[in-house]
Nanobody
Framework: QVQLVESGGGSVQAGDSLTLSCVASGRTLSSYTMGWFRQAPGKEREFVAGISWGGGSTSYADSVKGRFAISRDNAKNTVYLQMNSLKPEDTAVYYC???????????????????WGQGTQVTVSS
């Protein structure tokens, strides 16, 4: 089973940028579709972005399209989420997740992701 550890969260102002990282151990990352999800207080966990095992296919939630970018470096066993033009509504705990479903585009369904990190807090103030 792959283990995932996120980092890079923090408190920023609206309009700022942050880059989240997710480092995998235990298994090679190239075996997995990777995704980022987030959960705000009182809300359900929601899909943010996904990337195929080779990085050639990505998918995004409409709310972040054009502002966020997911990428991966399989040699470093790391997935990134570049977040630009952050808004207060982006405030949430962000989770990295791995799925063995390798179809394209990457799945948006949380139940298809079998491994999860512990999450990293992102707080955006206005």
């Amino acid at each position: 089973q792959v283990q995932l550890v996120e980092s890079g969260g923090g408190s920023v102002q609206a309009g700022d940028s942050l880059t989240l990282s997710c480092v995998a151990s235990g298994r090679t990352l190239s075996s997995y579709t990777m995704g980022w999800f987030r959960q705000a207080p009182g809300k359900e966990r929601e899909f943010v972005a996904g990337i195929s095992w080779g990085g050639g296919s990505t998918s995004y939630a409409d709310s972040v399209k054009g502002r966020f970018a997911i990428s991966r470096d399989n040699a470093k066993n790391t997935v990134y989420l570049q977040m630009n033009s952050l808004k207060p509504e982006d405030t949430a705990v962000y989770y990295c997740a791995a799925a063995t479903n390798l179809r394209r585009p990457p799945t948006r369904w949380a139940y298809e992701y079998g491994a999860w990190g512990q999450g990293t807090q992102v707080t955006v103030s206005s």
